[in-house]
């Protein structure tokens, strides 16, 4: 692993975070943190029959974390629910343009996927997998 | 002696002559592990090559031979701390295996409800867990000698921490974090003064500064052999000779009886009473001449390399922008450690990148939690040095530390 990883796209998530902030009155709204690295993501979401109309992501950690949460942020706007929870890690990890993160920061990346995750399985009702980010 | 001594010193550990992405590894994570040099290397091959054996019990060659190696690191360890005699040196698994027989085998055997036990702030979490655990069996209370800002102890109030209740102190030496020398002799003569026993965590001491435990005078005294050269899976526990005769064992088995029956067991001498099962032959001579080669280089010239170490760095630091070392204000240090944080760069980009440049540093909360909390930040960026390491280490690391900040900016 090395500064190969830093690239461009998650540098610029990194410096100018997309749709940061936080929504009153979201349907969907979770939080988690990496207890290794004390990286904290929560995600805000305003539904409009059934489809994501609005996304906030707030938290503070590592570039990776925070540039991969903005990142999934700018994927997920105009979504269904349903759409968000088959989301793969595979998809997130292809925008990030690192599919060999390594084990060490892996978890960083998907840390965001975790959050929404446990967000929309919350919505739904549904009893959250094991490894809902992967 | 000066850095200049300890020049040559790279090429007694194999892993330098290792290349990493095409550059020689520059490691500073000592205070995690430390690297070997090849005579300890040796040693484990050789005992596996020339006499494996089981210890303490074959009537054959290669086994006498097994057993006086692995008794003649028991006697080197000993002096090494100067301890009143080898009798008192337990091999265990680690630091935190030791502090665990310890709660197990003579906290819960001596306190009781209403008891307190006394801990810092600093502490690693093995020195931090073990006691939350053995507090909640035995209704037992946790109290805290606090920290203050430059990384010292608040020691003016030991008094009233010091109670009637107040039982068992355990208290680590040197800080993993800020590299904090505790001024573990007055604190554990106070304590006494008080009837309390006392245990020292030496895991960040013992490779770094020479001790003593007979002029400490603790009562329980641990460390861990892979952070002072050693093979990992061995540790020691040191504790006075009456206290561990008139202590229970930890763990039951064979070696660490005398004489079995079917229905009862009588136990073995300190210090076998204490090491049931077949121990880490091999681990105990690795320790062994780990601490030969501590000894030919001599403890306060590695002291003394860590702090000119230390000194360079801080210098070389100094003209990096928004650079901060915690416990900085500090003088007293072992000056093995620098724990940092650089701009509002996270830890884990910073370590990520350095990676980048083959620089291995630690980025987290080295298992201190608390500590971090006391200081404000969820993690931080530690360097930490031993005897291999020189000056283009630290080049290197500030070579790495601006391309951090251009790599993130
Ligand atoms: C101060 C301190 N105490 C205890 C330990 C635990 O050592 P081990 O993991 O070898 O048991 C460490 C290791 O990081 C330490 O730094």
Redesign the interface.
């Given at each position: 692993?090395?500064?190969?990883?830093?690239k461009e796209i998650i540098?610029d998530h990194?410096?100018n975070p997309r749709n940061k902030g936080k929504l009153t009155d979201s349907e969907i709204s979770a939080q988690d943190n990496n207890p290794?690295?004390?990286?904290r993501i929560t995600i805000d979401i305003k539904l409009e029959n059934n489809v994501v109309s609005d996304v906030k992501f707030d938290g503070?950690?590592?570039?990776?974390s925070q540039s991969s949460a903005s990142i999934l942020t700018d994927m997920i706007m105009g979504k269904t629910v349903d759409e968000l929870s088959k989301f793969t890690k595979d998809e997130l990890l292809e925008e990030l343009g690192t599919p060999s993160l390594g084990p060490?920061?892996i978890k960083?990346a998907l840390l965001s996927l975790k959050v929404l995750k446990i967000g929309t399985y919350q919505y739904l009702g549904t009893e959250l997998p094991e490894d809902p980010e992967n | 002696m000066g850095l200049s001594n300890f020049h040559d010193i790279k090429k007694d550990f194999p892993i330098f002559s290792r290349q990493i992405n095409g550059r020689d590894l520059v490691y500073l994570d000592s205070a995690a592990t430390t690297q070997k040099p090849i005579e300890v290397i040796d040693s484990i091959t050789s005992y596996y090559k020339n006499c494996n054996s089981n210890i303490h019990r074959g009537i054959y060659s290669i086994s006498i031979e097994a057993t006086e190696l692995y008794e003649n690191a028991r006697n080197t360890i000993a002096k090494f701390i100067n301890a009143n005699s080898s009798r008192e040196i337990i091999f265990t698994r680690n630091a935190t295996e030791a502090i665990n027989l310890v709660a197990n085998a003579w906290v819960s055997a001596n306190l009781k409800e209403g008891d307190s036990i006394i801990l810092t702030e600093m502490e690693h979490h093995s020195n931090l867990v073990p006691w939350q655990i053995i507090a909640k069996k035995l209704k037992l209370k946790l109290n805290f000698i606090k920290i203050q800002a430059d990384g010292g102890l608040i020691l003016d109030n030991l008094d009233d921490l010091f109670t009637d209740n107040a039982k068992f102190l355990s208290l680590t030496h040197v800080s993993n974090v800020l590299g904090t020398i505790n001024p573990i002799k007055d604190i554990i003569s106070k304590a006494h003064a008080h009837g309390i026993t006392t245990l020292v965590d030496a895991a960040q001491s013992v490779p770094h500064m020479s001790v003593d435990v007979q002029n400490i005078d603790s009562d329980f005294f641990v460390f861990s052999g892979h952070k002072m050269l050693g093979p990992s899976g061995i540790g020691v526990l040191h504790a006075k000779k009456d206290i561990l005769e008139n202590m229970e064992p930890f763990l039951y088995g064979g070696d660490m009886i005398s004489n079995v029956s079917l229905r009862e067991a009588q136990w073995n001498d300190v210090p076998w009473k204490f090491e049931a099962g077949t121990p880490n032959i091999v681990g105990a001579i690795g320790l062994g001449k780990a601490v030969d080669y501590l000894d030919n280089l001599g403890m306060s010239n590695i002291h003394k390399h860590e702090q000119e170490l230390y000194s360079y760095a801080i210098d070389r630091f100094s003209d990096l922008k928004e650079f901060k070392i915690f416990g900085f204000e500090n003088k007293d240090s072992t000056g093995g450690v620098i724990s940092f944080s650089y701009s509002d760069f996270h830890p884990h980009d910073i370590a990520s990148i350095l990676d980048g440049e083959s620089i291995a540093v630690r980025a987290g909360h080295h298992c201190a939690q608390p500590l971090m909390e006391k200081l404000g930040v969820p993690a931080t960026t530690r360097a930490s040095f031993y005897v291999y390491n020189d000056e283009s280490d630290i080049d290197k690391l500030f070579d790495g530390l601006q391309k951090v900040r251009s790599v993130l900016t």
């Open positions: 692993m090395s500064d190969d990883i830093y540098l990194y410096r290794v690295c004390g990286d503070e950690g590592c570039a990776i060490a920061r960083c | -």
